[in-house]
């Protein structure tokens, strides 16, 4: 195979991971930021995010002159591709994607491109930008051919390289043959080791990437509302999940019940989905009501942890263990630890934190938190320890070395790391998610409260109740 030359704008966890990405698979690479001290970092050897296995990947595409960093974008000038992956932030005003930044590096690339080559929207965009671009690129080069083609990301934080490189799929989406060809081309290497590239329509490619995203929401927001009626029916969630996840159709990945859905994509894509079909006109009952359940479920486990303390935090010590939305990674966007914490310190509460990697990005986001790099310093004399993030290194806590060094023995496991059957051993009082405690209520007690007529008015309630 012949290397394609690439450009990647953007040095996120997108664009690197990609950038790296296409060097392994044997391109050539040149990964463009305009922000000078991520780029000089990256010139150094170092390496900005935390993503397992980032490092080794950047210094080996490097080593093989099939990586290179750069500020100027006229640097990408000979490429048949350039991949733009710049950053997508929901807007403040109606959480719509802004797309400054895309049309920006749209116009910048399109003024230095070489013709015939593609720009390639990585970025996750509503439908239609594909269309905008292209207009942004006829006006800047009305007289040399250049193709404009969607390809979306799906990398999880925390396993992005081996979701790059081993994709459940890969979508093109191209109006151009021309753009086809480039595409089917640098995906080659992954194709020929038997994954899947689905060519679609560009507008078709932008849309797969938020219904792909709104649906595992979805589905995350479903095993949640499942884990509250376990316990309310003394089942237990992880059998549940078990017994729905085993039948192919469903599938048993994203049915993990937890403190509600957090991170760069799914808060994001989730409301912007909603504001593009608002847009158009379109209902999308089923998210906007994944959206309202998942941000009433991230403030209502700070609930628990007042229920287990007899309703008063007031003056008491709790240690948070884990801070960032999900484990290896030092992502602290839309965290569900954010609300906690924040609740917690309103109701008096002295909060201290424990996270392998996510301390800095935490520092940015919560006041009056004391961190610790040792979670059993942490908990020291606390009242309570809350189960936020399941990091390796939590799952392998010493429950006995905890329970020591606490003043009570209260936890709160919002990731189902512990049976509560291990923790009552050394002697915690446990609260956790989706199954009832040690005692199992009586089966009296499980009279229905309401009508299914009353279900709207029910519903209103609970939600005005965690509001
Ligand atoms: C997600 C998508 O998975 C990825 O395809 C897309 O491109 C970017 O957004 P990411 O945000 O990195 O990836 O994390 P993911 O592993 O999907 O988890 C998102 C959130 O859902 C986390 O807060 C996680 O804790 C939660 N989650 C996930 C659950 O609560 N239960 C689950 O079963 C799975």
Known sequence: MVGKKLAVVGTGYVGLVA?????????????VDIDADRIEILQKGGIPIYEPGLETLVHEGVAAGRLKFTTKIADAAPCDAAFIAVGTPPRKSDGAADLSFVYDCARELAAILKPGAVIVDKSTVPVGTGDTVERIVRKTRPDVPIYVASNPEFLREGSAIIDFLEPDRIVIGCSDKAAEDILAAVYAPLVDKGHRLIKTKRRSAELIKYASNAF?????TFVN???????????????????????????????????????????????????????????LRIVEQTVTANNARKRRMAQKVRHILHG??????????G??????TDDMRASPSIPMIELLQN?????????PEGIEQAKMVLTDVTYHLDPYQCAQDADAVIIMTDWESIRHIDLAKLASVMRSHVLIDLRRVYPPEEAAKHGFTIETIGRTGLEPSPISEFEPHFMHSDLNVHTRQAEEQTA
Do not use: W
């Not at 595992?216 to 995350?220: E, P, Q, V």
């Not at 008063?312 to 263990?321: M, T």
């Not at 801070?323 to 290896?328: E, Q, S």
């Open 19 to 31: 950038g790296a990405c296409f060097a392994k698979i044997g391109h050539d690479v040149i990964c």
């Open 216 to 220: 595992l929401a979805t589905k995350i």
């Open 225 to 283: 509302e499942m884990a509250d009626l376990c316990e309310a029916v003394d089942a237990d969630i992880a059998e549940v999940a078990l017994g729905m996840g085993t039948d192919s159709r469903i599938g048993p990945q994203f049915l993990q019940a937890g403190p509600g859905y957090g991170g760069s994509c799914f808060p994001k894509d989730t409301l912007a989905l909603v504001r593009t079909a608002q847009e158009f006109g379109v209902s």
């Open 312 to 321: 008063n935090v007031e003056g008491k010590k709790i240690a948070v263990l």
């Open 323 to 328: 801070l960032t939305f999900k484990a290896d």
């Open 347 to 355: 109701a008096g509460a002295k909060v201290h934190a424990y996270d």
